[in-house]
Each structure stands twice: as structure tokens, then as C-alpha cells.
């Protein structure tokens, strides 16, 4: 009897993959502060619960789907597209809510949102360069 094995995963994707996971990670942990610790958050970064509530459940779904991806058995071209463009749009989101007025920020508020601007949009990038190798 033949043993059928998958193919080995490229390093590409393997890097891919670990980016993935690192995103998932980093939504789940910040989304549990947003939901969990919102009364800390509401003081430190001034994001009111009506904000970081609602934010943090969304980061959860963000963490689910990511995990998904990331565990699927092959990596689907789409699925990483996705996620790119999901992060692309809270990159900017990020970057723009606190010059709204819609949001009375402290300083860390400022630093936190725009600092996670950043993060988000480097995950993009990442995750877009591992999506050109697959």
C-alpha cells in the first residue's frame, strides 16, 4: 500500500501563514481589550464603549476569519485578497478617525489608533507580498 503524503509548503507559504496567525493573534488580543476592558480603554485612549465595544467584537470576527486562512489546508489566493483589502480599509480607518472629531482622544488615543494604523498596513503588505508567491 502507497502512502499518499501533501506536498511539502513552500516557504513562502509558510511565511505566509505565520503572518496570518500573527495577525489573528494580534486582533484577538487587542479585540479582547476593546470588549473585555473597554472601561480601561474609555479612560486611557478616550474611545468611549459606544466605539470600542462594537470595534472589539468586530477584531474577534477579524481574528476568527484570519485563523481560518491561515489553517486552511491550501492557501486561497482570494482569501489572502481579502484580507488585504480588509486591512487596507482599517489601515485607513485607523489613520483617519482621530482627525474626525468623532472620537475625543487623549494623546495615547492618538498614538494607540495611528500607531495601529501602521501595524495594520504593514500585516497588509506582508500579507500582500505572500499573496503574490501562492
Keep these: 500500500m502507497t502512502a ?10 509558510t511565511r ?8 489573528a ?3 484577538a488580543a487587542f479585540g479582547l ?18 466605539w470600542a465595544v462594537p470595534f472589539g467584537v468586530y477584531l474577534l470576527g477579524c481574528a476568527v476569519a484570519l485563523a481560518l486562512v491561515a489553517g486552511y489546508p491550501d492557501l486561497v489566493r482570494g482569501q489572502v485578497t481579502g484580507v488585504v483589502v480588509n486591512n487596507a480599509i482599517a489601515a485607513l480607518a485607523l489613520a483617519v478617525l482621530p482627525f474626525t472629531g468623532l472620537v475625543d482622544l487623549t494623546v495615547a488615543g492618538y498614538i494607540v489608533l495611528l500607531g495601529g494604523a501602521a501595524l495594520v498596513a504593514l500585516f497588509a503588505v506582508l500579507e500582500a507580498a505572500g499573496a503574490a508567491r501562492i
Design 25 to 27: 493573534v494580534a486582533c
Design 16 to 23: 505566509l501563514r505565520s503572518v496570518l496567525r500573527l495577525d
Design 4 to 13: 499518499l503524503t501533501a506536498p511539502a509548503a513552500t516557504a513562502a507559504e
Design 33 to 50: 481589550l476593546m470588549t473585555a476592558g473597554f472601561a480601561l480603554v474609555d479612560s486611557l485612549l478616550g474611545l468611549g464603549p459606544a
